[in-house]
């Protein structure tokens, strides 16, 4: 069974810290990796997709990417308390794949 | 118009009542997606149409029947639910079924089994 392990979290940092969110996935032969935001009450909002190994930067977010390891995370600088909200990772492994999300983990930044 | 479009948001219904739920893209994508969301589990894909074709059916209980008119309308048909099946209903699309281009959501319909 392909599986997407989040950290249950929540997580808690304080504004204008780094925020580091990690998520683990079982199949070797995923090809490609999302990052989406979660406000309360909303739908889940793409916020980074990344498909090579190494990171990808965005603004204040950064992907990271290690296929050997089987994991993704993301960064997330300078954090806001508007960046508070649940971050779901998801994995497509390839052609005919579904998309497959992990539980997700809330994050809160204190003001 | 948003991309992605749900009514209604929010919904209370009986046991036995029969309803449906509503999603419209605007994106132009040829692939729908209905996906469960319940409290402390990862988004559960129930049905994938492509080109207005079911492709997938993910073990999903008869009493949710899915219809797609057409590459931009998605239907969910319910009737007879159980109190379990009270969740948040999103619906999401993409370019191609399967494709590793992103899926977009809509803000989903949050449905109460009374």
């Known amino acids: 069974q392909k599986e997407v392990e989040q950290n249950s979290g929540p997580l808690s940092v304080p504004e204008g810290a780094i925020a580091s969110l990690n998520c683990t996935y079982s199949?070797?032969?995923?090809?490609?990796f999302f990052w989406y935001r979660q406000y309360s009450g909303k739908s889940p909002e793409l916020i980074m997709f990344i498909y090579s190994n190494g990171d990808k930067e965005d603004g204040r977010f950064t992907a990271q990417l290690n296929k050997a390891s089987q994991y993704v995370s993301l960064l997330i600088r300078d954090s806001q308390p508007s960046d508070s909200a649940t971050y779901l990772c998801?994995?497509?492994?390839?052609?005919?794949?579904?998309?497959?999300f992990g539980k997700g983990i809330t994050l809160s930044v204190r003001p | 118009e948003t991309g992605v479009t749900q009514t209604p948001r929010h919904l209370v219904m009986g046991m036995t009542n029969k309803k449906s739920l509503k999603c419209e893209q605007h994106?132009?994508?040829?692939?729908m997606y209905w996906y469960k969301q319940s409290a402390k589990k990862p988004l559960e894909l129930m049905f994938v149409?492509?080109?207005?074709?079911?492709?997938e059916n993910n073990s999903v209980p008869s009493r949710f029947s899915p219809e797609c008119p057409n590459s931009s309308h998605l239907f969910l048909h319910l009737h007879t639910l159980q109190p379990e099946d009270s969740a948040l209903y999103l619906c999401?699309?993409?370019?191609?079924?399967?494709?590793?281009?992103?899926?977009?959501f809509g803000d989903g319909t949050r449905l109460s089994i009374l």
């Open positions: 149409y492509s080109l207005e074709e079911r492709v």
């Open positions: 994106l132009g994508h040829n692939a």
């Open positions: 199949d070797r032969g995923s090809q490609s």
């Open positions: 998801a994995v497509h492994t390839g052609a005919n794949s579904k998309l497959t």
């Open positions: 999401a699309s993409s370019q191609e079924r399967y494709t590793n281009q992103p899926q977009h």
